[in-house]
């Protein structure tokens, strides 16, 4: 069974700084591209950044460009989210999902971890 | 960006209704459209891929169609485990975007 597990999310200051993991189990992790994607409360859903299989390739969404960094260790089937220079508008339910077929759409996704970014 | 734009924001049916909801795109993204739906405090589940292909494991009643800019997907016989909101997605480009939600409730 494919599993994914967030963890990392924490109440931080604007400014501050957070790193997110997710843990996969049940596949092939080194084979797929993984992405990260957030839900502000009560909103939509926004893609964040992902990554290819090797780590060589990463994209961003435009508002996260420059504070955010994606990354995995295959070795540990881990996929991470270093965050800094956190705003108010950063604040959200962290999502970390598969991407089956480099398309990129979603079928796998984790449970999520809260990030809220507040003084 | 390509902006997605569902309708209706909220829809209300009933048990064994047959529902639409409609997503068009700013600009043609050829088939690459997926539908989830997402349930209060649960991860998004995906329903639909490549505008109408079905994922594996969802119930038949699901279908998608469309292409270009205009999509939908249709829900033959709700049942009570449908009521959710959807969401529809774009990956025609990098730049990924999601439409804004149709809060499906019971009538």
């Known amino acids: 069974e494919v599993q994914l597990e967030e963890s990392g999310g924490d109440l931080v200051q604007p400014g501050g700084s957070l790193r997110l993991s997710c843990a996969a189990s049940?596949?092939?992790?080194?084979?797929?591209?993984i992405n990260w994607l957030r839900q502000a409360p009560g909103k939509g859903l926004e893609w964040v950044a992902n990554?290819?299989?090797?780590?060589?390739?990463?994209n961003y969404v435009d508002s996260v460009r420059g504070r955010f960094t994606i990354s995995r260790d295959n070795a540990k089937n881990s996929l991470y989210l270093q965050m800094n220079s956190l705003r108010v508008d950063d604040t959200a339910v962290y999502y970390c999902?598969?991407?089956?077929?480099?398309?990129?759409?979603?079928?796998?996704w984790g449970q999520g971890t809260l990030v809220t970014v507040s003084s | 960006d390509i902006q997605m734009t569902q309708s209706p924001s909220t829809l209300s049916a009933s048990v064994g209704d047959r529902v639409t909801i409609t997503c068009r795109a700013s600009?043609?993204?050829?088939?690459?459209l997926a539908w989830y739906q997402q349930k209060p405090g649960k991860a998004p589940k995906l329903l639909i891929y490549?505008?109408?292909s079905l994922e594996s494991g969802v119930p038949s009643r699901f279908s998608g169609s469309g292409s270009g800019t205009e999509f939908t997907l249709t829900i033959n016989s709700l049942q009570p485990d449908d009521f959710a909101t959807y969401y529809c997605?774009?990956?025609?480009?990098?730049?990924?975007?999601f439409g804004q939600g149709t809060r499906l409730e019971i009538k």
């Open positions: 999902a598969r991407d089956p077929a480099a398309a990129p759409y979603y079928d796998n």
């Open positions: 049940g596949f092939t992790f080194g084979s797929y591209w």
């Open positions: 990554i290819n299989q090797d780590g060589s390739v990463r």
């Open positions: 600009q043609s993204i050829s088939s690459w």
């Open positions: 490549k505008a109408s």
């Open positions: 997605q774009q990956y025609n480009s990098y730049s990924i975007t």
